[in-house]
């Protein structure tokens, strides 16, 4: 039985792209009835090597199989040639930078930012296990004023090993997001940059830059108050896939509508990245992804 959510996901999914639908359900078959190796494994996507730990969460199945939101590879796909540059902001465990690595190329440059210590071992990893390919592994967050600041992370653990509610990827700086699930939780300090910052001191060159994808639990406006000059780049818009949260009952009130407010000021059109179609900022669930171009 598919749940009504799952279902309405796939109706919209297949009414822009029937073709890719038939082919996850043909992986997403080949992960449910494969037996995953355990512990370290390697998957590749092309010839890059990607280590994860399969006793981390049930999540690392879906990586090791390739079938993590299948939906969003045709964005990858359709803005990452060879020679481009990629950037992961909340890169987690480095699935997406991996993915990443392999569209750009030797030529190309992934730069990846990942504070929790126990997940961007896996970053760093993926750049050893690559040393061909330009991957830049940094451990911290991007957010508004830089500084040192406190971040309720979800670490994993084996009793939280099929919890994909408050899972490995929920961590956030973002104050109170994971007050219901402190249980769960632990607070460590973390360093916070801008990302205008890094892109002069790296000497970025943004009309390099295929995409920017951007997945951090609600900390979403911080990371665009410290992208203000990226934003308002003149002439080619750089390219943002971002994870948009929507809850104005909280105590600390999570606003999509207003992000994609703001991105349309800077002069973003802003897409569904399910369908591609432009998003209706007055219809938005607790978790959208969104394609600003």
Not at 77 to 102: K, Q
Not at 149 to 158: G, H, L, Q, S
């Amino acid at each position: 039985m598919i749940a009504p959510k799952t279902a309405r996901f796939l109706l919209k999914f297949a009414s822009s792209n029937p073709g890719k639908l038939a082919d996850i359900v043909r992986r997403r078959a080949i992960e449910e009835f494969s037996k995953p190796p355990r512990n370290l494994a390697i998957t590749r996507f092309n010839d890059v090597q990607y280590e994860i730990d399969m006793s981390m969460h049930r999540l690392m199945k879906k990586y090791f199989f390739h079938t993590h939101e299948m939906f969003l590879e045709r964005i990858f796909d359709r803005y990452l040639a060879p020679g481009s540059t990629f950037v992961d902001i909340g890169a987690n465990c480095g699935y997406w930078s991996a993915y990443a690595l392999s569209r750009v190329g030797p030529d190309g440059e992934v730069h990846a930012f990942e504070p929790v210590p126990h997940y961007f071992a896996f970053v760093r990893r993926l750049a050893e296990l690559n040393p061909d390919y330009r991957m830049f592994a940094n451990p911290v967050a991007c957010g508004g004023p830089p500084g040192i600041f406190n971040m309720t992370i979800v670490a994993p653990r084996a009793e939280n090993f099929d919890n994909y509610n408050t899972n490995i990827g929920s961590s956030s700086l973002a104050v109170g997001f994971l007050d219901h699930a402190r249980h769960l939780t632990e607070e460590v300090a973390v360093e916070v940059i801008a990302f205008d910052d890094y892109v002069q001191t790296r000497s970025i060159d943004l009309d390099r830059v295929g995409l920017i994808k951007i997945d951090v639990e609600g900390f979403e406006s911080a990371v665009f108050d410290g992208m203000k000059s990226v934003l308002a780049k003149s002439g080619r818009k750089v390219p943002i896939l971002c994870e948009i949260l929507t809850d104005l009952k909280r105590r600390e009130p999570l606003d999509g509508g207003r992000i994609i407010e703001r991105l349309r000021g800077y002069g973003y059109r802003c897409l569904d990245a399910t369908n591609l179609q432009p998003i209706d900022a007055d219809k938005l669930g607790f978790e959208e992804n969104i394609l600003c171009i």
